[in-house]
Protein backbone atom coordinates (compact mmCIF):
# COMPACT_ATOMS: atom_id res chain seq x y z
CA UNK A 1 0.00 0.00 0.00
CA UNK A 2 0.92 3.60 -0.89
CA UNK A 3 2.70 5.76 1.65
CA UNK A 4 0.60 8.72 2.93
CA UNK A 5 2.50 11.06 5.04
CA UNK A 6 0.80 12.59 7.59
CA UNK A 7 2.58 16.05 6.24
CA UNK A 8 4.47 16.13 3.30
CA UNK A 9 7.71 16.11 3.72
CA UNK A 10 7.87 15.37 7.37
CA UNK A 11 10.41 12.50 7.70
CA UNK A 12 9.62 8.55 8.24
CA UNK A 13 11.91 9.17 11.77
CA UNK A 14 9.28 12.16 12.83
CA UNK A 15 6.06 9.78 11.35
CA UNK A 16 7.52 6.90 13.66
CA UNK A 17 7.40 9.64 16.87
CA UNK A 18 4.10 10.33 16.19
CA UNK A 19 2.99 6.79 15.89
CA UNK A 20 4.77 6.08 19.45
CA UNK A 21 2.93 9.09 20.40
CA UNK A 22 -0.34 7.88 19.76
CA UNK A 23 0.55 4.23 21.44
CA UNK A 24 1.46 6.43 24.65
CA UNK A 25 -1.72 8.76 24.21
CA UNK A 26 -4.22 5.62 24.44
CA UNK A 27 -2.52 4.30 27.77
CA UNK A 28 -2.66 7.94 29.37
CA UNK A 29 -5.98 8.25 28.12
CA UNK A 30 -7.33 5.76 30.70
CA UNK A 31 -5.17 6.96 33.11
CA UNK A 32 -6.43 10.24 32.40
CA UNK A 33 -10.04 8.63 33.30
CA UNK A 34 -8.66 6.49 36.13
CA UNK A 35 -6.31 9.08 38.26
CA UNK A 36 -7.61 11.97 36.90
CA UNK A 37 -11.28 11.99 37.07
CA UNK A 38 -11.83 8.96 39.40
CA UNK A 39 -8.94 9.86 41.95
CA UNK A 40 -7.29 6.04 41.55
CA UNK A 41 -3.55 6.29 41.14
CA UNK A 42 -2.33 3.07 39.22
CA UNK A 43 1.35 2.41 38.22
CA UNK A 44 0.56 -0.61 36.87
CA UNK A 45 -0.97 0.53 33.65
CA UNK A 46 1.84 -0.62 31.76
CA UNK A 47 1.12 -4.55 32.62
CA UNK A 48 -2.00 -3.99 30.79
CA UNK A 49 0.08 -3.11 27.53
CA UNK A 50 1.54 -6.49 27.82
CA UNK A 51 -1.97 -8.81 28.20
CA UNK A 52 -2.21 -7.43 24.72
CA UNK A 53 0.69 -7.56 22.81
CA UNK A 54 1.36 -11.26 24.23
CA UNK A 55 -2.23 -11.89 23.17
CA UNK A 56 -1.72 -11.02 19.83
CA UNK A 57 2.32 -11.89 19.28
CA UNK A 58 0.98 -15.88 20.86
CA UNK A 59 -1.95 -16.36 18.59
CA UNK A 60 -0.95 -14.30 15.39
CA UNK A 61 2.99 -15.97 15.51
CA UNK A 62 1.89 -19.69 17.05
CA UNK A 63 -1.59 -20.01 15.64
CA UNK A 64 -1.73 -18.67 12.13
CA UNK A 65 -4.29 -15.77 13.35
CA UNK A 66 -5.44 -12.99 11.69
CA UNK A 67 -3.89 -10.11 13.50
CA UNK A 68 -7.78 -8.09 13.13
CA UNK A 69 -9.48 -11.37 14.39
CA UNK A 70 -7.01 -10.83 17.54
CA UNK A 71 -7.99 -7.93 18.50
CA UNK A 72 -11.14 -9.21 20.29
CA UNK A 73 -9.57 -11.85 22.23
CA UNK A 74 -6.50 -9.20 22.95
CA UNK A 75 -9.32 -7.04 24.64
CA UNK A 76 -10.88 -9.85 26.68
CA UNK A 77 -7.44 -10.92 28.03
CA UNK A 78 -7.15 -7.77 29.08
CA UNK A 79 -10.21 -6.93 30.78
CA UNK A 80 -10.28 -10.45 32.32
CA UNK A 81 -7.39 -9.54 34.46
CA UNK A 82 -8.37 -5.92 35.09
CA UNK A 83 -11.87 -7.15 37.00
CA UNK A 84 -9.49 -9.68 39.17
CA UNK A 85 -7.00 -7.27 39.45
CA UNK A 86 -9.69 -4.60 40.27
CA UNK A 87 -11.54 -6.30 42.59
CA UNK A 88 -8.26 -6.67 44.94
CA UNK A 89 -7.53 -3.31 44.26
CA UNK A 90 -10.06 -0.42 43.86
CA UNK A 91 -11.70 -1.60 47.41
CA UNK A 92 -7.79 0.13 48.98
CA UNK A 93 -8.13 3.46 50.14
CA UNK A 94 -5.24 6.04 50.53
CA UNK A 95 -1.73 4.77 49.71
CA UNK A 96 -2.68 1.32 50.15
CA UNK A 97 -3.74 1.70 46.40
CA UNK A 98 -1.36 3.09 44.32
CA UNK A 99 0.97 0.07 46.60
CA UNK A 100 -1.02 -1.89 45.72
CA UNK A 101 -0.76 -1.18 42.23
CA UNK A 102 3.19 -0.87 42.43
CA UNK A 103 2.87 -5.13 43.42
CA UNK A 104 1.06 -6.29 40.76
CA UNK A 105 2.47 -4.24 37.98
CA UNK A 106 6.29 -5.55 39.38
CA UNK A 107 5.08 -9.10 39.50
CA UNK A 108 3.71 -9.19 35.61
CA UNK A 109 6.66 -7.79 34.21
CA UNK A 110 8.80 -10.71 36.00
CA UNK A 111 6.33 -13.01 34.49
CA UNK A 112 5.64 -11.98 31.08
CA UNK A 113 9.72 -12.85 31.59
CA UNK A 114 9.29 -16.15 32.63
CA UNK A 115 6.74 -17.94 30.94
CA UNK A 116 7.80 -20.06 28.02
CA UNK A 117 4.83 -19.75 26.26
CA UNK A 118 5.67 -15.75 25.93
CA UNK A 119 9.53 -16.71 24.70
CA UNK A 120 10.88 -16.25 28.45
CA UNK A 121 13.22 -12.76 28.34
CA UNK A 122 13.71 -12.73 24.52
CA UNK A 123 9.78 -12.59 24.17
CA UNK A 124 8.33 -13.09 20.95
CA UNK A 125 9.54 -11.94 17.22
CA UNK A 126 8.23 -12.20 13.76
CA UNK A 127 4.86 -11.56 14.67
CA UNK A 128 3.05 -10.40 11.60
CA UNK A 129 2.27 -6.71 10.42
CA UNK A 130 -1.21 -5.57 9.92
CA UNK A 131 -2.48 -5.92 6.65
CA UNK A 132 -5.33 -4.18 4.72
CA UNK A 133 -6.80 -5.90 1.19
CA UNK A 134 -3.45 -7.68 0.85
CA UNK A 135 -1.65 -4.86 1.91
CA UNK A 136 1.21 -5.05 4.65
CA UNK A 137 0.93 -2.30 6.58
CA UNK A 138 4.65 -1.89 7.36
CA UNK A 139 5.84 1.70 6.49
CA UNK A 140 5.14 3.89 9.36
CA UNK A 141 4.22 6.58 7.42
CA UNK A 142 0.87 3.70 6.56
CA UNK A 143 0.22 2.90 9.74
CA UNK A 144 0.17 5.76 11.64
CA UNK A 145 -2.96 6.65 10.26
CA UNK A 146 -4.12 3.42 12.05
CA UNK A 147 -2.99 4.29 15.15
CA UNK A 148 -4.33 7.71 15.48
CA UNK A 149 -7.99 7.34 13.94
CA UNK A 150 -8.04 4.95 17.18
CA UNK A 151 -6.80 7.55 19.13
CA UNK A 152 -9.51 9.88 18.40
CA UNK A 153 -12.01 6.84 18.06
CA UNK A 154 -11.29 6.42 21.82
CA UNK A 155 -10.99 10.15 23.12
CA UNK A 156 -14.30 10.62 21.61
CA UNK A 157 -16.04 7.61 23.34
CA UNK A 158 -14.79 9.12 26.57
CA UNK A 159 -15.72 12.21 25.95
CA UNK A 160 -19.21 10.75 25.25
CA UNK A 161 -18.77 8.64 28.69
CA UNK A 162 -17.85 11.68 30.80
CA UNK A 163 -20.71 13.93 29.70
CA UNK A 164 -23.32 11.37 30.49
CA UNK A 165 -25.10 9.79 33.65
CA UNK A 166 -22.05 7.34 34.24
CA UNK A 167 -19.80 10.26 33.82
CA UNK A 168 -21.46 11.94 36.48
CA UNK A 169 -21.02 8.83 38.68
CA UNK A 170 -17.41 8.53 38.15
CA UNK A 171 -16.56 12.37 38.73
CA UNK A 172 -18.46 11.90 41.90
CA UNK A 173 -15.56 9.26 43.37
CA UNK A 174 -12.67 11.90 42.97
CA UNK A 175 -14.20 14.23 45.87
CA UNK A 176 -15.01 10.44 48.13
CA UNK A 177 -17.73 8.45 47.84
CA UNK A 178 -20.08 9.03 50.73
CA UNK A 179 -22.08 11.55 48.60
CA UNK A 180 -22.63 9.70 45.92
CA UNK A 181 -23.64 6.73 47.58
CA UNK A 182 -26.14 8.81 49.32
CA UNK A 183 -27.55 9.08 46.32
CA UNK A 184 -27.84 5.57 44.81
CA UNK A 185 -24.41 5.30 42.93
CA UNK A 186 -22.59 1.88 43.50
CA UNK A 187 -18.95 3.48 43.89
CA UNK A 188 -17.36 0.31 44.40
CA UNK A 189 -18.92 -0.78 40.95
CA UNK A 190 -18.16 2.43 39.07
CA UNK A 191 -14.28 2.43 40.22
CA UNK A 192 -14.50 -0.86 38.79
CA UNK A 193 -15.91 -0.29 35.80
CA UNK A 194 -13.16 3.17 35.11
CA UNK A 195 -10.10 0.80 35.93
CA UNK A 196 -11.07 -1.74 33.69
CA UNK A 197 -12.01 0.75 30.73
CA UNK A 198 -8.27 2.19 31.40
CA UNK A 199 -7.13 -1.58 31.51
CA UNK A 200 -8.83 -2.19 27.90
CA UNK A 201 -7.46 0.86 26.56
CA UNK A 202 -3.88 -0.28 27.35
CA UNK A 203 -4.36 -3.62 26.05
CA UNK A 204 -5.72 -1.33 22.45
CA UNK A 205 -2.40 0.28 22.62
CA UNK A 206 -0.50 -3.15 23.49
CA UNK A 207 -2.23 -4.75 20.28
CA UNK A 208 -1.15 -1.82 18.52
CA UNK A 209 2.48 -1.95 19.62
CA UNK A 210 3.25 -5.83 18.76
CA UNK A 211 2.09 -5.49 15.22
CA UNK A 212 3.55 -2.11 14.59
CA UNK A 213 7.07 -3.25 16.37
CA UNK A 214 6.41 -7.14 15.22
CA UNK A 215 8.49 -8.04 18.37
CA UNK A 216 7.45 -8.32 21.74
CA UNK A 217 9.82 -8.53 25.04
CA UNK A 218 8.92 -7.84 28.49
CA UNK A 219 10.98 -4.66 28.25
CA UNK A 220 8.26 -1.71 27.79
CA UNK A 221 5.55 -3.63 30.25
CA UNK A 222 7.51 -3.15 33.44
CA UNK A 223 7.26 -0.32 36.41
CA UNK A 224 9.51 2.07 34.59
CA UNK A 225 7.12 2.30 31.44
CA UNK A 226 4.00 2.24 33.97
CA UNK A 227 5.58 5.28 35.96
CA UNK A 228 6.20 7.37 32.65
CA UNK A 229 2.42 6.35 31.78
CA UNK A 230 1.60 8.43 34.65
CA UNK A 231 3.55 11.13 34.11
CA UNK A 232 2.14 11.58 31.10
CA UNK A 233 -1.38 12.52 31.91
CA UNK A 234 -0.57 14.26 34.91
CA UNK A 235 1.95 16.38 32.79
CA UNK A 236 -0.96 17.20 30.64
CA UNK A 237 -3.65 17.69 32.96
CA UNK A 238 -5.48 15.16 35.32
CA UNK A 239 -8.67 14.97 34.44
CA UNK A 240 -7.98 16.31 30.96
CA UNK A 241 -8.76 14.13 27.99
CA UNK A 242 -6.94 16.39 25.48
CA UNK A 243 -4.26 16.29 28.05
CA UNK A 244 -3.40 12.37 27.80
CA UNK A 245 -2.26 13.84 23.91
CA UNK A 246 -0.26 16.89 25.00
CA UNK A 247 1.38 15.29 27.58
CA UNK A 248 1.97 11.57 25.63
CA UNK A 249 3.64 14.33 23.18
CA UNK A 250 5.76 16.11 25.50
CA UNK A 251 7.28 12.68 27.48
CA UNK A 252 7.90 11.09 24.51
CA UNK A 253 9.72 13.88 22.37
CA UNK A 254 11.43 14.91 25.55
CA UNK A 255 12.90 11.30 26.47
CA UNK A 256 14.21 10.98 22.52
CA UNK A 257 15.79 14.35 22.65
CA UNK A 258 17.61 13.45 25.69
CA UNK A 259 18.78 10.27 24.52
CA UNK A 260 19.60 11.58 21.38
CA UNK A 261 21.37 15.21 22.75
CA UNK A 262 23.17 14.00 25.73
CA UNK A 263 25.41 11.32 24.54
CA UNK A 264 26.81 13.72 22.38
CA UNK A 265 27.55 16.04 24.99
CA UNK A 266 28.81 14.26 27.51
CA UNK A 267 29.69 11.12 25.95
CA UNK A 268 28.43 7.80 25.53
CA UNK A 269 30.35 6.51 28.91
CA UNK A 270 27.72 8.51 31.12
CA UNK A 271 24.01 7.60 31.38
CA UNK A 272 22.16 11.23 32.83
CA UNK A 273 18.82 10.80 30.77
CA UNK A 274 16.78 9.44 33.24
CA UNK A 275 18.20 12.12 35.59
CA UNK A 276 17.70 14.84 33.62
CA UNK A 277 14.05 13.61 32.40
CA UNK A 278 13.42 13.42 36.20
CA UNK A 279 14.57 17.22 36.65
CA UNK A 280 12.47 18.32 33.54
CA UNK A 281 9.31 17.02 34.24
CA UNK A 282 9.79 18.03 37.83
CA UNK A 283 10.24 21.82 36.25
CA UNK A 284 7.13 21.22 34.23
CA UNK A 285 5.32 20.04 36.72
CA UNK A 286 6.36 23.09 39.00
CA UNK A 287 5.39 25.65 36.17
CA UNK A 288 1.84 24.05 35.81
CA UNK A 289 0.67 21.77 38.37
CA UNK A 290 -2.68 21.72 37.02
CA UNK A 291 -0.72 20.26 33.52
CA UNK A 292 -0.09 21.79 30.33
CA UNK A 293 -3.36 21.30 28.67
CA UNK A 294 -5.63 23.80 30.95
CA UNK A 295 -3.03 26.69 29.93
CA UNK A 296 -3.16 25.45 25.91
CA UNK A 297 -7.05 25.85 26.42
CA UNK A 298 -7.07 28.86 28.10
CA UNK A 299 -6.16 30.57 25.21
CA UNK A 300 -9.21 30.47 23.88
CA UNK A 301 -12.95 31.21 25.54
CA UNK A 302 -14.15 28.29 26.66
CA UNK A 303 -17.81 27.08 25.63
CA UNK A 304 -20.54 26.97 28.44
CA UNK A 305 -23.00 23.96 28.65
CA UNK A 306 -26.46 25.57 27.09
CA UNK A 307 -29.23 25.27 29.66
CA UNK A 308 -30.91 21.71 29.41
CA UNK A 309 -34.26 22.18 27.59
CA UNK A 310 -37.25 21.43 29.04
CA UNK A 311 -38.16 17.28 28.44
CA UNK A 312 -40.84 15.11 29.80
CA UNK A 313 -41.00 14.68 33.70
CA UNK A 314 -39.57 11.84 34.83
CA UNK A 315 -41.53 9.36 36.58
CA UNK A 316 -42.76 9.94 40.35
CA UNK A 317 -42.09 7.40 42.93
CA UNK A 318 -45.55 5.76 43.84
CA UNK A 319 -47.14 5.49 46.88
CA UNK A 320 -46.50 2.68 49.40
CA UNK A 321 -49.34 0.20 49.24
CA UNK A 322 -49.91 -0.42 53.01
CA UNK A 323 -48.61 2.69 54.34
CA UNK A 324 -47.13 2.55 58.26
CA UNK A 325 -48.35 5.11 60.90
CA UNK A 326 -44.95 6.34 61.20
CA UNK A 327 -42.92 7.07 57.85
CA UNK A 328 -39.57 6.25 59.90
CA UNK A 329 -39.00 4.90 63.51
CA UNK A 330 -35.88 4.85 65.38
CA UNK A 331 -36.63 2.02 68.46
CA UNK A 332 -33.47 1.73 71.15
CA UNK A 333 -30.63 3.07 68.81
CA UNK A 334 -27.13 2.52 70.10
CA UNK A 335 -23.99 3.37 68.35
CA UNK A 336 -20.80 2.70 70.54
CA UNK A 337 -17.44 3.53 69.38
CA UNK A 338 -14.97 1.01 72.13
CA UNK A 339 -16.16 2.85 75.02
CA UNK A 340 -17.68 5.91 73.79
CA UNK A 341 -21.48 5.62 73.63
CA UNK A 342 -21.99 8.27 70.49
CA UNK A 343 -25.97 7.77 70.64
CA UNK A 344 -27.52 6.08 73.40
CA UNK A 345 -30.91 3.89 73.02
CA UNK A 346 -32.20 6.84 71.25
CA UNK A 347 -36.22 6.63 70.37
CA UNK A 348 -38.52 8.70 68.29
CA UNK A 349 -40.98 8.69 65.03
CA UNK A 350 -41.30 10.94 62.05
CA UNK A 351 -45.20 10.82 60.97
CA UNK A 352 -45.82 11.29 56.92
CA UNK A 353 -45.92 15.25 56.31
CA UNK A 354 -44.55 16.68 59.40
CA UNK A 355 -41.43 17.82 60.01
CA UNK A 356 -39.48 16.81 63.24
CA UNK A 357 -36.17 18.77 64.39
CA UNK A 358 -33.40 16.95 66.02
CA UNK A 359 -31.43 19.75 68.14
CA UNK A 360 -29.12 19.88 70.84
CA UNK A 361 -25.12 21.47 72.03
CA UNK A 362 -21.92 20.05 69.98
CA UNK A 363 -21.45 16.79 70.03
CA UNK A 364 -25.18 15.95 71.00
CA UNK A 365 -25.25 12.97 68.14
CA UNK A 366 -26.99 14.98 66.00
CA UNK A 367 -25.00 13.65 62.74
CA UNK A 368 -24.28 9.71 64.24
CA UNK A 369 -28.07 9.66 64.27
CA UNK A 370 -28.21 10.63 60.60
CA UNK A 371 -25.53 7.93 59.67
CA UNK A 372 -27.25 5.44 61.23
CA UNK A 373 -30.48 6.50 59.58
CA UNK A 374 -28.65 6.63 55.80
CA UNK A 375 -27.13 3.54 56.49
CA UNK A 376 -23.06 5.75 56.53
CA UNK A 377 -23.15 3.78 59.99
CA UNK A 378 -23.80 0.80 61.29
CA UNK A 379 -25.82 0.12 64.48
CA UNK A 380 -24.21 -1.29 67.62
CA UNK A 381 -27.94 -2.63 68.84
CA UNK A 382 -31.40 -1.29 68.32
CA UNK A 383 -33.36 -0.88 65.22
CA UNK A 384 -34.50 1.71 62.42
CA UNK A 385 -37.53 1.11 60.51
CA UNK A 386 -38.67 3.03 57.56
CA UNK A 387 -41.96 2.31 55.98
CA UNK A 388 -42.25 -0.43 58.67
CA UNK A 389 -39.33 -2.31 57.30
CA UNK A 390 -36.55 -2.50 59.60
CA UNK A 391 -33.16 -0.93 57.03
CA UNK A 392 -30.33 -1.13 60.22
CA UNK A 393 -27.25 -2.52 58.21
CA UNK A 394 -28.81 -1.77 54.80
CA UNK A 395 -26.28 -0.01 52.59
CA UNK A 396 -26.48 4.09 51.31
CA UNK A 397 -27.21 3.17 48.28
CA UNK A 398 -30.23 0.45 49.11
CA UNK A 399 -31.84 3.13 51.35
CA UNK A 400 -31.53 5.94 48.65
CA UNK A 401 -33.06 3.90 46.71
CA UNK A 402 -36.20 3.77 49.14
CA UNK A 403 -36.49 7.25 48.74
CA UNK A 404 -34.36 8.37 52.04
CA UNK A 405 -32.44 11.56 50.89
CA UNK A 406 -30.25 13.89 52.66
CA UNK A 407 -27.58 16.68 52.91
CA UNK A 408 -24.64 17.02 54.88
CA UNK A 409 -22.90 19.05 57.63
CA UNK A 410 -20.16 19.51 55.75
CA UNK A 411 -21.32 20.67 52.27
CA UNK A 412 -20.39 17.62 50.19
CA UNK A 413 -20.43 18.93 46.56
CA UNK A 414 -17.79 18.66 43.70
CA UNK A 415 -16.34 22.19 43.27
CA UNK A 416 -15.80 21.65 39.89
CA UNK A 417 -18.85 20.39 38.03
CA UNK A 418 -21.47 22.85 37.36
CA UNK A 419 -24.70 23.08 39.96
CA UNK A 420 -26.78 21.54 37.07
CA UNK A 421 -24.24 18.95 37.12
CA UNK A 422 -24.26 18.44 41.11
CA UNK A 423 -27.79 18.57 41.03
CA UNK A 424 -28.38 16.04 38.30
CA UNK A 425 -26.16 13.22 40.39
CA UNK A 426 -29.25 13.85 42.63
CA UNK A 427 -31.48 12.13 40.10
CA UNK A 428 -28.50 9.16 39.66
CA UNK A 429 -31.47 6.11 40.01
CA UNK A 430 -34.50 7.98 38.31
CA UNK A 431 -31.95 7.18 35.04
CA UNK A 432 -31.31 4.05 33.33
CA UNK A 433 -28.50 4.80 30.61
CA UNK A 434 -25.24 2.59 30.95
CA UNK A 435 -21.94 2.50 29.92
CA UNK A 436 -22.07 1.54 26.44
CA UNK A 437 -25.15 3.19 26.00
CA UNK A 438 -23.76 6.63 26.96
CA UNK A 439 -20.33 6.12 24.95
CA UNK A 440 -22.53 5.49 21.63
CA UNK A 441 -24.66 8.49 22.29
CA UNK A 442 -27.49 6.22 22.98
CA UNK A 443 -28.71 8.09 25.64
CA UNK A 444 -29.64 11.37 24.70
CA UNK A 445 -33.40 10.92 25.90
CA UNK A 446 -32.97 9.46 29.17
CA UNK A 447 -29.86 12.20 29.76
CA UNK A 448 -32.22 15.08 28.74
CA UNK A 449 -34.65 14.26 31.23
CA UNK A 450 -32.31 14.20 33.65
CA UNK A 451 -31.01 17.80 33.35
CA UNK A 452 -34.40 18.66 32.68
CA UNK A 453 -35.22 17.12 36.10
CA UNK A 454 -32.28 19.10 37.97
CA UNK A 455 -32.87 22.41 36.10
CA UNK A 456 -36.10 22.01 38.04
CA UNK A 457 -35.28 21.81 41.23
CA UNK A 458 -32.55 24.11 41.01
CA UNK A 459 -35.43 26.73 39.71
CA UNK A 460 -37.17 25.20 42.77
CA UNK A 461 -34.73 26.49 45.27
CA UNK A 462 -33.97 29.80 43.74
CA UNK A 463 -30.60 29.77 42.29
CA UNK A 464 -31.47 29.44 38.45
CA UNK A 465 -29.31 32.12 38.01
CA UNK A 466 -26.47 29.85 38.97
CA UNK A 467 -27.26 26.99 37.32
CA UNK A 468 -24.34 26.92 34.70
CA UNK A 469 -21.55 27.97 37.59
CA UNK A 470 -19.03 25.43 39.55
CA UNK A 471 -20.59 24.40 42.37
CA UNK A 472 -17.07 25.66 44.16
CA UNK A 473 -17.88 29.20 43.08
CA UNK A 474 -20.88 29.84 44.92
CA UNK A 475 -20.91 31.07 48.53
CA UNK A 476 -21.75 28.27 51.32
CA UNK A 477 -25.06 29.21 51.99
CA UNK A 478 -25.48 28.88 48.41
CA UNK A 479 -23.98 25.47 48.31
CA UNK A 480 -25.88 24.18 50.93
CA UNK A 481 -29.32 25.17 48.96
CA UNK A 482 -27.38 23.17 46.04
CA UNK A 483 -27.45 20.59 48.18
CA UNK A 484 -30.91 20.86 49.07
CA UNK A 485 -31.91 20.87 45.26
CA UNK A 486 -29.70 17.56 44.60
CA UNK A 487 -31.89 15.78 47.28
CA UNK A 488 -34.97 17.13 46.11
CA UNK A 489 -33.56 15.49 42.29
CA UNK A 490 -34.07 11.87 44.36
CA UNK A 491 -37.89 12.22 44.46
CA UNK A 492 -37.68 11.64 48.25
CA UNK A 493 -39.90 10.04 50.73
CA UNK A 494 -37.98 11.48 53.16
CA UNK A 495 -35.51 14.45 53.47
CA UNK A 496 -32.91 14.38 55.72
CA UNK A 497 -31.31 18.49 56.23
CA UNK A 498 -28.09 18.26 58.27
CA UNK A 499 -27.68 22.39 59.34
CA UNK A 500 -29.48 23.36 56.23
CA UNK A 501 -30.10 27.07 57.47
CA UNK A 502 -26.16 27.45 58.28
CA UNK A 503 -24.68 30.50 56.53
CA UNK A 504 -27.59 31.73 54.96
CA UNK A 505 -29.19 35.22 55.55
CA UNK A 506 -32.51 36.59 56.69
CA UNK A 507 -34.50 35.94 53.57
CA UNK A 508 -32.54 33.16 52.04
CA UNK A 509 -33.70 31.33 55.65
CA UNK A 510 -37.43 32.27 54.92
CA UNK A 511 -37.28 31.13 51.39
CA UNK A 512 -35.84 27.91 52.64
CA UNK A 513 -38.36 28.11 55.33
CA UNK A 514 -41.23 28.46 52.99
CA UNK A 515 -40.01 25.82 50.86
CA UNK A 516 -39.71 23.23 53.92
CA UNK A 517 -43.36 24.09 54.08
CA UNK A 518 -44.54 23.57 50.75
CA UNK A 519 -42.69 20.42 50.69
CA UNK A 520 -45.23 19.44 53.94
CA UNK A 521 -48.36 20.09 51.98
CA UNK A 522 -47.08 18.27 49.24
CA UNK A 523 -47.02 14.95 51.69
CA UNK A 524 -43.29 14.74 51.99
CA UNK A 525 -41.36 14.10 55.65
CA UNK A 526 -38.36 16.20 56.74
CA UNK A 527 -35.95 15.48 59.26
CA UNK A 528 -33.70 18.44 59.89
CA UNK A 529 -30.72 19.15 62.27
CA UNK A 530 -30.45 22.89 63.20
CA UNK A 531 -28.47 25.11 65.89
CA UNK A 532 -30.86 28.00 64.78
CA UNK A 533 -33.46 28.33 67.15
CA UNK A 534 -35.78 30.56 65.76
CA UNK A 535 -35.63 28.97 62.78
CA UNK A 536 -36.53 25.09 64.20
CA UNK A 537 -39.11 26.96 66.46
CA UNK A 538 -41.32 28.64 63.80
CA UNK A 539 -41.00 25.94 61.31
CA UNK A 540 -41.24 22.34 63.03
CA UNK A 541 -44.43 20.42 64.26
CA UNK A 542 -42.10 18.13 66.43
CA UNK A 543 -38.44 18.48 68.02
CA UNK A 544 -36.31 16.03 69.96
CA UNK A 545 -33.60 16.66 71.98
CA UNK A 546 -30.44 15.14 71.98
CA UNK A 547 -27.84 15.20 74.95
CA UNK A 548 -24.57 13.47 75.04
CA UNK A 549 -26.23 11.12 72.83
CA UNK A 550 -28.94 10.90 74.78
CA UNK A 551 -32.65 11.75 74.53
CA UNK A 552 -33.61 14.37 77.24
CA UNK A 553 -36.51 15.63 75.62
CA UNK A 554 -39.28 15.41 73.20
CA UNK A 555 -42.61 17.10 72.14
CA UNK A 556 -43.74 20.59 69.74
CA UNK A 557 -42.10 23.12 70.20
CA UNK A 558 -44.36 25.40 72.85
CA UNK A 559 -43.29 22.87 74.97
CA UNK A 560 -39.40 22.62 74.07
CA UNK A 561 -39.18 25.80 74.53
CA UNK A 562 -39.94 25.61 78.64
CA UNK A 563 -38.10 22.31 79.19
CA UNK A 564 -36.14 22.94 82.27
CA UNK A 565 -33.72 20.10 80.71
CA UNK A 566 -33.26 21.35 77.59
CA UNK A 567 -32.69 25.04 79.47
CA UNK A 568 -30.29 23.19 81.17
CA UNK A 569 -28.55 21.44 78.35
CA UNK A 570 -28.29 24.71 76.13
CA UNK A 571 -27.75 27.72 79.16
CA UNK A 572 -26.39 25.55 81.61
CA UNK A 573 -29.50 26.04 83.96
CA UNK A 574 -33.49 27.72 84.03
CA UNK A 575 -32.68 31.86 84.28
Not at 217 to 233: D, R, S
Not at 371 to 392: C, H, Y
Not at 414 to 435: F, I, K, T, W
Not at 475 to 490: D, F, K, M, S, T
Request: a positive charge; charged letters at 15%; aromatic letters at 6%.
Amino acid sequence: MAALPLIPGVPVFAITLIGNIGLAALVALGLVLLTGVGGMTSFGQAAFCGFGAYTTAVLSTTYGWSPWATLPVALLVSGSAAVVLGLLTVRLSGHFLPLGTLAWGISLYYLFGTLDILGRHDGISGIPPFSIAGHDLIDPRTVHYLIWGLVIGAAILTMHLLDSRVGRAIRALRRGQLAGESFGIDAARMKLIVFVYAALLAGLSGWLYAHVTRTVTQTPFGINAGIEYLFMAVLGGAGQIFGAVVGAGLVTVLKEALQRVLPQVFGHGVQLEAVVFGILLVGLLQVAREGVWPHIAALWPARGRPVPPDAPALARRSASAAPAEKLLALDGAVKKYGGLTAVNAVSFAVGRGEIVALIGPNGAGKSTTFNLITGVTRLTTGAVRFEGMDIAGAPPQEIARLGIARTFQHVKLNPEMSVLENVALGAHLRGHAGVLSSMLRLDRRDEARLLAEARRQIERVGLAEHMLKPAGSLALGQQRVVEIARALALDPVLLLLDEPAAGLRHKEKEALAALLRSLRAQGMSVLLVEHDMGFVMGLTDHIVVLDFGTKIAEGPPAAIKTNPQVLEAYLGGVA
